[in-house]
């Protein structure tokens, strides 16, 4: 079984100060993990995916996210935030097993930008 | 330009109605999902196919049907069994395989399904 939690709902940062999405998840295998970001009533946009080549790693519009295995976490971060961010915000986990490939949404992180 | 199509973008449906949702996708991906989407409860998958003619149940099928007679098309048929159908409904579709690759879904925009 696998599982992804993302531990904010709401984030609210101010344009041009770091952001950091947080993600932990739970996977009994070697899981690949996505963060993925929707805009008000559109479809989700790939940011970045990590799939074991390396442990930082680098996404779409200047995002990053960070493997730790021992903290069981994939955090999303961006050194400074553009009023174009605000989304809504998914980490997603696949191991194996489960349906449809043993993909997991989180619930979503709404990235509020204040000017 | 190559990706997915969903149509209509907004749907009104009275209850006791049956409605279709369409999604198209010229990727050439084999594996096609439909997900529901509602506030704070992330994506759930409904159905997916990962070939013709053949589609599984998601998390929760019920109340919905699919048909996978082509390819690029994967149509949802949301019945009158469901009862609760107001959400944003979201397609999506990937390569199958285990090649590196194969694991990244790419969503359409999404229809928007209003109950009245």
Redesign the interface.
Known sequence: AQSVTQLD?HVSVSEGTPVLLRCNYSSSYSP?L?W?VQHP??????LL?Y?SAATLVKGINGFEAEFKKSETSFHLTKPSAHMSDAAEY?CVV?GRGG???G?T????THLIIQP | DGGITQSPKYLFRKEGQNVTLSCEQNLNHDAMYWYRQDPGQGLRLIYYSQIVNDFQKGDIAEGYSVSREKKESFPLTVTSAQKNPTAFYLCASTWSGSYEGTDTQYFGPGTRLTVL
């Open positions: 709902s690949s996505f993925y009533n559109k479809g989700l946009q790939l995916k799939t998914f696949k349906g449809a490939d993909l949404f989180g619930k979503g």
